[in-house]
Structures are given as structure tokens and as C-alpha cells.
T-cell receptor, first 112, second 114 residues
Framework: GENVEQHPSTLSVQEGDSAVIKCTYSDSASNYFPWYKQELGKRPQLIIDIRSNVGEKKDQRIAVTLNKTAKHFSLHITETQPEDSAVYFCAARMNRDDKIIFGKGTRLHILP | DGGITQSPKYLFRKEGQNVTLSCEQNLNHDAMYWYRQDPGQGLRLIYYSQIVNDFQKGDIAEGYSVSREKKESFPLTVTSAQKNPTAFYLC?????????????FGPGTRLTVT
């Protein structure tokens, strides 16, 4: 069945350093890959997304890369700040319907 | 205040009782979704609906039921058949089908069954 694997489950980085979260997906027909950030006690919110016809997308300190051949995509956060501490979810959207499969999440801790 | 709302924020029920969670959106979105969130499990899809009067099972539909009688509303009923109903439930909506539409999430309902 469709599956999205996300690693690591927990990540601690020093403030100012970079953080990388990686995901792989099983369905080669997937065409849309969003990333959500969920702060403690709050709802998930979209922070960046990428479509299958693009290899990389940047938005200020956040970037996402996609390797369709290998079926993996990654989130890169540079110059991390305390407010980046949260749980991050990757997801993949199946081409044939509106179903989005989420990874299990990465808890990111930014250390002072 | 526009967006997607869920009520109540916290819900307590006794084992064996059915309970219905509310989800309403005023975004004029066609698609709506229900997810269950457990610690370390991410977001697991329960049911989703792409259009009024139609819905499909997600990965963990057993013990749950939904209806989509109106575009704005997608209530979820947690039945007594759901073996582990205590969880955080998130509703979401997106603008359309067949395209790259962002999912907007509600604030969630934390259900505790004892």
C-alpha cells in the first residue's frame, strides 16, 4: 500500500545550525509533496510544498528538494531559530485521488 | 472569523457510547478529511470526502462513520466499535480535486474515553 517514511523521529540542533528531515514515498504516481509544521497544542500548518515537476523550492530559510527517481524528498531549514522548534510532517499526495499520506513526524528541538 | 472549526475542543465519554465530532468550514472547499493523531504515529486518515453525499474510507476507518450532507459540514461519529478511541482528532479541508491544493486544518478535538 501507499506509505511515507520520515526520518529522523527526533532531531536536536544548535541554534543557528541547519536541520534536515528526510522522507521517502512508495507510490511513484505521487505528484505533490507538502510539509507541515505543528507547534505544541496547535494545528498543523503548511510551510512549503513542491510539485513533482520541480526539483527544488526555496522560501527564505526553508527549502525542499525532490528526487523522483529515488522517490525521496527532504526539508532543509537553515540558520535555525528557537521558534523553529515544533513537529514537522512530510506528506505525499496520490495522483489518482485527493488522498494525502503523512509521515510519522519529526520533533525538532532547537538548542540555545 | 473564516476558516475551519471543530467543536468541542475537549470531549469526554464513557466506554460504549457513540460520540459525534463536529467539523465546519466556510472556505467553500469541496474536499474534507478526518485524521487521527496519536503520539509517534503522525496523522492517519480515517475518512475523506471529495464532494457532497460522497465519501471514502481512509486507512483506519473501522469503528468510525461520517456523513457529508452539506458542503460545509463533515461530522465524524466515533462508535462503540472503535477499540481505542482516545486520541486527538483533526479535520481538514482543501479547495478541490485533481490539483495541488493545500489542506487547511481545524484546531482539533481531543477525545478521552474512559
Amino acid at each position: 500500500g501507499e506509505n511515507v517514511e520520515q526520518h529522523p523521529s527526533t532531531l536536536s540542533v544548535q541554534e543557528g545550525d541547519s536541520a534536515v528531515i528526510k522522507c521517502t514515498y512508495s507510490d511513484s504516481a505521487s505528484n505533490y509533496f507538502p510539509w507541515y509544521k505543528q507547534e505544541l497544542g496547535k494545528r498543523p500548518q503548511l510551510i512549503i510544498d513542491i510539485r513533482s515537476n520541480v526539483g527544488e523550492k526555496k522560501d527564505q530559510r526553508i527549502a525542499v528538494t525532490l528526487n523522483k527517481t529515488a522517490k525521496h524528498f527532504s526539508l532543509h531549514i537553515t540558520e535555525t531559530q528557537p521558534e523553529d522548534s515544533a513537529v514537522y510532517f512530510c506528506a505525499a499526495r496520490m495522483n489518482r485521488d485527493d488522498k494525502i499520506i503523512f509521515g510519522k513526524g519529526t520533533r525538532l528541538h532547537i538548542l540555545p | 472569523d473564516g476558516g475551519i472549526t471543530q467543536s468541542p475542543k475537549y470531549l469526554f465519554r464513557k466506554e460504549g457510547q457513540n460520540v459525534t465530532l463536529s467539523c465546519e468550514q466556510n472556505l467553500n472547499h469541496d474536499a474534507m478529511y478526518w485524521y487521527r493523531q496519536d503520539p509517534g504515529q503522525g496523522l492517519r486518515l480515517i475518512y475523506y470526502s471529495q464532494i457532497v453525499n460522497d465519501f471514502q474510507k481512509g486507512d483506519i476507518a473501522e469503528g468510525y462513520s461520517v456523513s457529508r450532507e452539506k458542503k460545509e459540514s463533515f461530522p465524524l461519529t466515533v462508535t462503540s466499535a472503535q477499540k481505542n478511541p482516545t486520541a486527538f482528532y483533526l479535520c481538514a479541508s482543501s479547495a478541490g480535486t485533481g490539483a495541488f491544493h493545500e489542506q487547511y486544518f481545524g484546531p482539533g478535538t481531543r477525545l478521552t474515553v474512559t
